[in-house]
């Protein structure tokens, strides 16, 4: 177990998958559990963030008891919402952020990153056309807690606000998890229908491999 916290973004409805995400579900379960479920096996603490009492309630109701639900703290809305009222919560020194929509999440992927922590204040993914993954990242809460206050009191709701606040950085080329995650599904995101239509095949093809392999 990593002497870290998880921080789960569970955010609120989404207009393009209709309903709250977090509890739309891939082949019979909540979307957040399969994120929650490995974050409870690898972390000694985890926290989940919602954007409202109403979804906290609703998220109290699935979530095992030993994880916390907290509600945004501060005005406004976004994943930055979300990280700053989370960092509150989280006691760990340094703590993983997770969306809710990523089911496929190794956890070999979270371990490397974990593993690259010391001496940063942020450890993050970075696609070859530059793109990152700030969602799917270890930072050191107080600097990032810190940042990101600065970030919203000036206006700014993006993450990237936030990383641009941060003194050491450090990004991670993507394709170095390929050994533990061919496919990068880690990284994957419910975003929509289409999305959600993916996920399911994927998860049958992964129970008729495991069948044929019995």
């Known amino acids: 177990m990593l002497n870290a916290g998880a ?14 995400k977090a509890l739309v579900e891939l082949n019979g379960k909540p979307l957040i559990l399969y994120v929650v479920e490995k974050a409870v096996k690898l972390f000694v603490e985890v926290v989940v963030v919602a954007s409202s009492e109403r979804s906290a309630r609703e998220l109290k109701k699935i979530l095992p008891r030993n994880v916390r639900v907290v509600e945004d703290s501060v005005d406004g809305r976004g994943p930055l919402v979300g990280i700053v009222s989370g ?18 999440i190794k956890i070999e992927v979270l371990n490397i990153l974990y593993g690259m922590h010391v001496g940063f204040d942020a450890v993050i993914p970075r696609w070859p056309n530059g793109y990152i993954e700030p969602l799917h990242a270890i930072y050191r809460r107080k600097t990032a807690l810190s940042a990101g206050l600065q970030a919203l009191k000036t206006g700014r709701y993006r ?50 491999t495991s069948f044929r392999d019995r």
Do not use: Q
Not at 7 to 20: H, K, M, N, Q
Not at 191 to 204: G, H, M
């Open 7 to 20: 921080l789960v973004l569970a955010g609120g409805e989404s207009r393009r998958i209709g309903g709250f």
């Open 87 to 104: 960092a509150r919560e989280v006691s760990s020194e340094y703590m993983a952020t997770l969306p809710c929509d990523s089911p496929f």
């Open 159 to 208: 993450v990237a606000e936030m990383i641009r606040r941060l003194g050491k950085v450090r990004y991670v080329d993507i394709e170095d998890f390929r050994g533990v995650d061919a496919e990068l599904l880690t990284f994957f995101n419910v975003n929509s229908i289409e999305d959600l239509r993916r996920a399911e095949d994927i998860v049958k093809a992964r129970l008729h």
